[in-house]
Each structure stands twice: as C-alpha cells, then as structure tokens.
C-alpha cells in the first residue's frame, strides 16, 4: 500500500473502532441475544421424507437423456 493508502485506511479503521467503542456503552442489561431486529419466520415447508419419482418420471421432463443420464448442453468446454 502506498502511504497516502495507509493514512486513508488508518483513518477509516480509527472511525470504525470508535463506533464500537460507542456500541460497547449501550447498556443491553436484560436484552436477549438475538440473530435478528425482527421476528423471522420461516416460509418453507418442513423436511420431510417421501417417495422419490421413478426414472420415468424424471425423464418424462428432460428435454434430452441417454442411458440413464439426463443430457444437458456443456457447462464447461
């Protein structure tokens, strides 16, 4: 880094450090942990098992398939 880079950058990481400086004297006394500001709930469905399609029934949606593979274009050349 050049020294007109050092100085920006130290500058900005002094900035930086007195914000947390700041947040460690909010008093959270009381306060539960949390990963979130908001309550957050999930839209998704619960994970559970069940039958898988049959080949045929895969292959009944592949545009293309050889053997038992679903053939697609090349990812990588």
Request: aromatic fraction near 4%; glycine fraction near 6%.
């Amino acid at each position: 880094m050049t020294d007109d880079e050092l100085e920006l950058m130290s500058g900005q990481l002094s900035n930086i450090l007195e914000h947390f400086d700041v947040l460690q004297k909010a008093n959270t006394e009381g306060v539960d942990a949390t990963g979130h500001s908001a309550d957050v709930n999930t839209v998704m469905r619960r994970d559970e098992p069940r039958p898988s399609l049959s080949r045929d029934e895969v292959f009944a949606n592949a545009p293309q398939h050889e053997g038992e593979f679903v053939r697609i274009k090349a990812v990588l050349e």
